[in-house]
């Protein structure tokens, strides 16, 4: 079924101006800090992505890729690697670079599946002026105004779903098999390039086959009409699914060959991913409960549903399809803020849908297109101005990758880093450009590192790195490097560039005075009333320092070299 619409669509040139300008802000705010690097928000998990995507353009395209991060073998996939293959056919042609290349292949995505999205719509609802409205909410939301350009498979994965849903919307208004085939397909990339995201445009998929079903005539339980939707099943979701399924079966055997990668197979990570029932119910998302903010979305849904005559299946499939993610990855949700790419869209389509019904009413009109819908989209905007803003004016990462890169001296291309200190956080060998084994601060006598230095080569490690997270002693490394035999131990450039008061209050030196001088001389910059961020070149200013500090300097500039530079043990 396809809803009616008015033959003339009044309100098409305002939702095209709206599309318009929120297109254009978009387009600047993903400029903003395009030359940076990935440490901004979950810099861990895209490094983990541009590492694969590296060593696509060193050694070429392959299923069983590399993330060296966990030694020998090195092979520790994940998703099937589209996105990363497609930014390394692309980095390797152009030059342009991984980190711009992956910010400009994720953006592509973006923008290719607002453009499906557009269709989607009109499939459904042959209303053009709120395919543009859907498309304008995409465009000024938070979430896909910094994530739609980050390093990350997300905007991919989300392309490949709404296309899956074009797919089917549009076989069953044409019945064609051409679009069977391509739902088909999509859904294939959509699972095995990231089944979270899948999974809800396959509940969203499955609801509207449902909706259509049960909208037909006397003759939907005839057996053509239920061989058909057997049929139908079998394409558009066991298919795909089982796809899913062979992918994650084959990177988790290349995982489990991983003595310290076994642990992120998809069992030993399932429970993690889907969290708790307590989560569900005490748990937070950005601090707000979830009990409060499910009691607040039903109160919202019941009202919008009520004013969404016409449009209620549609929104009410939508609006749940937004809400289903959270509640069944709770975990993920909570923990990784760039997996509400995957659900959001669904939250303004639902919104939209709404709109369109309310602009055809002459009530509801005027306050929608002169007050609600502006104050909507810039408020949204202005959420991404105060939370993401600020730290894309900044390379809040710069030092972090100064002090990898610096590894580079020491450490030849072949050469291996022991890592301690970063939990699973890749960053520091993507940064690199060197493999690793990363062991979080695990024992070097424990099991796993014992068989993963074994099977790497104990002479192939040229490094032992000390990251921030680790609570073993001084001693302890020197023992270790001493096994390895690197005795050279050296300071690289500072970490992340940050001191907070809780830092400078460990020294016992006042956190008011010394912020003021160091700020006030150029040594660091104010980023609020806790914390500071070093700047590039302050430990060259070290006579200066020693004037402006006196008898404290030793203990200053200490306190900034233990803090904030990593350790490092070279031969």
């Known amino acids: 079924m396809t809803l009616q619409v008015n033959k003339v669509d ?33 810099g861990n998990r895209q490094s983990f992505t541009a590492l694969t995507a590296y060593y696509f353009v060193k050694d070429g395209v392959r299923f069983d890729y590399e993330t060296p991060a ?21 980095d390797r042609t152009t030059g342009w670079g991984i980190d711009q290349t992956g910010r400009g292949v994720s953006l592509f995505f973006f923008y290719a599946m607002l453009l499906v999205l557009y269709r989607l719509v009109i499939a459904l609802c042959a209303s053009r002026s709120c395919a543009w409205l859907a498309i304008a909410f995409c465009l000024a939301s938070p979430v896909y105004l910094f994530w739609s350009k980050t390093f990350l498979q997300e905007t991919t994965a989300l392309f490949f779903s709404v296309l899956y849903l074009w797919g089917i919307a549009e076989s069953h208004k044409n019945k064609g098999l051409f679009w069977v085939l391509l739902a088909m397909s999509a859904g294939i990339l959509a699972s095995t390039t990231k089944i979270t995201t899948f999974v809800l ?3 969203l998929g499955t609801m ?8 037909r005539g006397k003759d939907k339980f005839y057996v053509p009409t239920l061989l058909k939707a057997g049929l139908m099943a079998v394409f558009y979701g066991l298919i795909p699914m089982a796809a899913a399924l062979k992918w994650t079966s084959f990177a988790d055997s290349l995982k489990a060959q991983n003595a310290l990668a076994a642990t992120l197979t998809s069992k030993m990570m399932m429970g993690w991913n889907f969290g708790s029932l307590h989560q569900r119910i005490f748990g937070q998302f ?11 979305l039903i109160g919202i849904f019941v009202f919008l549903l009520f ?49 369109y019904i309310l602009m055809t009413n002459s009530f509801w009109a005027p ?4 007050l609600l819908i502006p104050v909507f989209l810039i408020s949204m905007v202005g959420i991404t101005a105060v939370r993401y803003l600020p730290g894309q004016m900044h390379d809040t990462g710069a030092y972090f990758v100064a002090s990898a890169r610096s590894v580079q001296e020491y450490v030849p291309p072949g050469g291996v880093l022991l890592v301690y200190g970063f939990g699973i ?37 040229k490094a032992l790195v000390v990251g921030p997270d680790t609570n073993r002693s001084e001693e302890y490394f020197k023992n270790v490097a001493d096994r390895f035999h690197l005795t050279k131990e050296i300071y690289l450039a500072e970490g992340q560039g940050m001191i907070t008061q809780y830092d400078m209050e460990k020294y016992s030196f006042d956190w008011n005075d010394v912020s003021a001088k160091l700020v006030k001389y150029g040594w660091a910059s104010r980023i609020n009333l806790v914390e500071i961020r070093l700047n590039a070149g302050y430990d060259a200013d070290k006579g200066r320092m020693a004037k402006v500090f006196g008898a404290n300097f030793p203990g200053i500039y200490h306190m900034l070299q233990e803090s904030h530079h990593f350790k490092c043990f070279v031969r």
């Open 10 to 42: 009044s309100h098409l040139i305002y939702a095209r101006w709206v599309a318009g300008v929120c297109f254009f802000i978009h387009f600047i705010f993903s400029l903003i800090g395009w030359n940076h690097s990935l440490l901004d928000h979950h």
């Open 70 to 90: 966990w030694g020998v073998p090195w092979s520790c996939p994940v998703e099937l690697p589209v996105y990363q293959g497609i930014v390394a056919l692309i």
């Open 201 to 203: 445009a396959l509940f």
């Open 208 to 215: 509207m086959c449902l909706i259509w079903f049960f909208q």
């Open 286 to 296: 950005h601090h707000i409960p979830v009990l409060v903010l499910f009691l607040g």
């Open 307 to 355: 004013l969404a005559k016409g449009v209620r299946p549609y929104f009410a499939i939508f609006f749940f399809t937004f809400f289903l993610g959270p509640m069944v990855f709770t975990n993920l949700f909570i923990a990784h803020t760039y997996y509400w790419v995957e659900n959001t869209v669904y939250l303004y389509l639902a919104l939209a849908f709404v709109c």
């Open 367 to 370: 306050w929608l297109r002169s």
């Open 425 to 461: 956080d890749p960053s520091f060998p993507y940064y690199a450009q060197r493999k690793a084994i990363m062991v979080g601060d695990a024992a070097i006598t424990d099991d796993a590192v014992v068989r993963t230095i074994d099977l790497t080569g104990p002479k192939n490690i």
